[in-house]
Structure formats: structure tokens, C-alpha cells
């Protein structure tokens, strides 16, 4: 027992010398947060008064309604397009036989990430604009006249792209994760008693899945909503989104209380839609 005593007090040690960076990272933020909660309750002018003013105005204005909407929009949207997109890579990359075939898809989703992300918003820009390759091709196949053009910069549906491509990558890395973690002998007992692979993916593969899948789409959708990038540099001005709005309001007009504000109520949402996959995820078993 004496011999052991060094011993515990030498990971005592260690451990207290791991948990001090921590702690003090964790005080840090909750001041951090503290002090933003504080100022969307400031008076204007920065008085010592505290008010419900900037709530009402952000929650009443058509201006920041509206950014609000697009933001809530732009995510759910950028959400299912990227669950319709990741979940056939990740099924591909997992059940492939073929090990070039699994190299090159995840060599092509892990290529993102080695890419600087305002480099591949103006790549973008080379490929949506009026005269891109989009549009090229779209005179070619007949669907757009031959003086016409798809709008897509300075528009909804190119930031939308753009948030896509940006949360693609996380998306179908979780759902590689949820593949490789099923049971692949419950499809295999499905498919002994007669299912096709139509039911057997819907009926036993999807259900299995779905744990991974909200947790995915959380993870998106919380990604999209505080894109800043996409909107600026593909929405050029016409797109404001609530990372747009925070950063005018604080930057330029110089309304830190309003700033704070949106900063707040976008925490909010997003701690309430990962609150809620959490309790879907435990529910469900995942």
C-alpha cells in the first residue's frame, strides 16, 4: 500500500495537469458568453441600464426577420440536398469490394479539406457565373437560351451550393461512421427471408441509420447557418445571412447590442436543434 501511494499521487497529478487547460478554456468561453448575453440586454448608448429593446427589434423589423428566414431556409435546404448527396457516397464508400474505388471516393471527400475555403467559393464563382460552366453547359443541352443565362451568383441557389459543398464533406465522414457501426447481419437476415434490396435498405438499412443521420444533418445544418463565406462571396450583397448581419451590425453600424442580439438568438437555434437530435439519438438507441 505505501509502494502504491506515489504511484496515485503521480496520476493525481497528471490528471489535475489535464484538466486545468480545460477548465480554464471552459471559464473563458462562459465569460465569453456571458458578456454577449449582457450586451444584447444593454441599453442603446451604452448605457448601464438593461433593455428587451434590441429583442423586439431584431424579432419585429422585416430586415432581420427576413435574415433570419434565409438563414433558417439556406440551412434546411443545404441539409437535405447534402443528406441526398452523402448518403449513396457513404454507402459506396463502405460496401465497395473494390479498395481503388473506396481510395479515390474518399480521397475526393477528404480533398475539401486540404483546400482553402475561400479558394473554393471563387472557383465557384468561375463555374456559376452568367458565363460559367454551368450556364455553358445548359445553352449546349438546349434548357437555356443561347443569349440567356441561370442566375445563380448573387442568388439563393448559388450560396446554397456553396454551403453544400462546404458541409458535404462532415456529412458524409459521420455517415461513414454509422455504416461501418451497423450490423450488417440484420440485411442479411432480411435478405434470407426474402426482402429485395429496396426493402432491405428501407426497411432495415435506413432505420439503422437514422441515429447517424440526425446527427449528420444537426451537424449540417449548424454548419450552413453560420456560413459567412458562401453568402458574401456568392451572394455578393443580395444574400445576408445571420453571420452577415452580426458582422454589419458590429463592424460597420457599429451596434453592438443588436449584434449581440443576433449572436444570441442564433445560439439559441442552434443549441435547441442539437438538444433535439440528442433526444432523438438516445430515444432511437444511437
Known amino acids: 500500500m505505501i509502494s502504491s501511494w506515489p504511484q496515485q499521487a503521480s496520476k493525481s497529478i497528471q490528471r489535475s495537469l489535464l484538466i486545468w487547460p480545460a477548465l480554464i478554456l471552459t471559464a473563458f ?25 434590441h429583442y423586439v427589434r431584431v424579432l419585429t423589423e422585416p430586415l432581420y426577420l427576413d435574415q433570419l428566414v434565409a438563414t433558417l431556409r439556406i440551412g434546411f ?4 440536398i447534402g ?67 441561370l442566375p445563380l451568383l448573387r442568388h439563393e441557389p448559388g450560396v446554397i451550393i456553396g454551403t453544400t459543398a462546404f458541409v458535404l464533406p462532415f456529412m458524409i465522414f459521420m455517415l461513414i461512421g454509422s455504416f461501418r457501426r451497423m450490423d450488417g447481419t440484420l440485411e442479411e437476415a432480411a435478405a434470407s427471408l426474402g426482402a429485395n434490396e429496396f426493402k432491405v435498405f428501407f426497411r432495415v438499412t435506413l432505420p439503422l441509420l437514422t441515429p447517424g443521420i440526425v446527427s449528420a444533418m444537426s451537424l449540417g445544418f449548424v454548419l450552413a447557418s453560420v456560413a459567412f463565406s ?11 445571412m445571420v453571420a452577415n448581419a452580426i458582422y454589419s451590425e458590429a463592424v460597420q453600424v ?12 442564433s445560439l439559441a437555434v442552434t443549441a435547441l436543434i442539437l438538444y433535439w437530435a440528442r433526444r432523438f439519438e438516445f430515444r432511437s438507441g444511437g
Open 77 to 80: 435546404i443545404t441539409v437535405l
Open 83 to 149: 443528406l441526398l448527396l452523402a448518403l449513396p457516397i457513404a454507402f459506396w464508400v463502405v460496401r465497395t469490394k473494390r479498395n481503388w474505388v473506396r481510395a479515390a471516393l474518399i480521397m475526393c471527400v477528404t480533398v475539401p479539406f486540404l483546400t482553402s475555403m475561400i479558394v473554393r467559393l471563387y472557383a465557384l464563382t468561375i463555374i456559376l457565373a452568367n458565363t460559367g460552366l454551368v450556364n455553358q453547359f445548359l445553352r449546349w443541352i438546349g434548357w437555356v437560351p443561347q443569349d440567356g443565362f
Open 230 to 240: 458562401s453568402p458574401l462571396i456568392l451572394g455578393g450583397g443580395s444574400v445576408n
Open 29 to 53: 468561453f462562459c465569460i465569453s458568453l456571458a458578456g454577449l448575453l449582457a450586451a444584447s440586454f444593454q441599453a442603446a448608448g451604452g448605457g448601464h441600464g438593461y433593455t428587451l429593446a
Open 254 to 265: 457599429l451596434d453592438r447590442g443588436t449584434a449581440a442580439t443576433l449572436a444570441v438568438l
